[in-house]
């Protein structure tokens, strides 16, 4: 597996890969309304890497820069545990100038429990559209 710089031309799959693995998430939420096109207004103006293996695009990490602010990081549901989020993850985090953050919705066990296991620390809660998340923290260089 290779973390590279998003390419234009991994557009198609990656709208696909994020509609997929947020209704595979938001198991609470009405996601019928999910569009490919969100893709695009979701990571407008972040740095987006991508996780490959053998020309297959398994996951990937938008990061706002300006901030170190983790904004989107998804995996292809359909794929077993292989370590490409923990990876996406590392990479995101080798970029950063700064303390990281993220934001991580209260409802998302699953992905809690990930960031957790990597060492990310809750610094605060906060609603955002009446949704609750918490604000994480990346750990300490």
């Known amino acids: ?36 096109e969100d893709f695009d207004r979701s990571t407008r103006g972040e ?3 991508v996780a490959e293996r053998d020309g297959s695009l ?12 983790i904004h989107n990081l998804y995996i292809d549901p359909h794929l077993p545990p292989q370590g490409v989020g923990s ?3 590392h990479a995101a985090e080798q ?3 700064t303390t990281g ?5 209260v409802k998302n066990a699953k992905a809690l429990a990930f ?10 809660p906060g609603c955002d559209g009446g949704e609750e998340y918490y604000l994480m923290y990346s750990p300490q260089r």
């Open 1 to 36: 597996m290779q973390i590279r710089p998003f390419k234009e031309p991994d557009r198609p799959r990656l709208r696909a890969l994020y509609l997929d693995s947020r209704q595979a998430a938001f198991t609470w939420r009405e996601t019928q309304h999910y569009r490919l």
């Open 47 to 49: 740095e987006i890497w």
């Open 58 to 69: 398994l996951g990937f990490v938008s990061i706002y820069r300006a901030d170190n602010f």
């Open 87 to 89: 990876a996406l993850l």
């Open 95 to 97: 970029t950063f100038t």
């Open 101 to 105: 953050s993220l934001k991580c919705l």
């Open 115 to 124: 960031y957790h296991k990597h060492g990310w620390q809750i610094i605060s």
